[in-house]
């Protein structure tokens, strides 16, 4: 039904900036709130920011003001912006959305921010 699939994750030196995406499918894209999430090596899961239908955002205080999402409702896609990565930004990246009351996730994308 619902698909997302992220990609551009890497491995990056730290201070450097990388691009998320996900494109997604299976969905009206443009009524949903999409959000990123993280889950770093022997940590859970946090949500690091989300953008909703309308544009507005929010961003988990780890990355406020290095990240930035984005989304493009023509191409159904979500953008995760990450700027001056830090080696605790390492973690597995997931494009996530909620369709009629269920939670969704992609396969994860993995960033590895080396010192």
């Known amino acids: 039904q619902v698909h997302l699939v992220e990609s551009g994750g890497g491995l990056v030196q730290a201070g450097g900036s990388l691009r998320l995406s996900c494109a997604a499918s299976?969905?009206?894209?443009?009524?949903?709130?999409m959000s990123w999430h993280r889950q770093a090596p022997g940590q859970q899961r946090e949500l690091v920011a989300s953008i909703k239908s309308g544009g507005s955002t929010n961003y988990s205080d780890a990355v406020k003001g290095r990240f930035t999402i984005s989304r493009d409702n023509v191409q159904n896609r979500v953008y995760l912006e990450m700027n001056s990565l830090k080696p605790e930004d390492t973690a597995r990246y997931y494009c996530?959305?909620?369709?009629?009351?269920?939670?969704?996730w992609g396969r994860g994308t993995q960033v590895t921010v080396s010192s």
């Open positions: 996530t959305t909620n369709h009629r009351g269920s939670d969704y």
């Open positions: 299976g969905i009206n894209f443009r009524l949903y709130t």
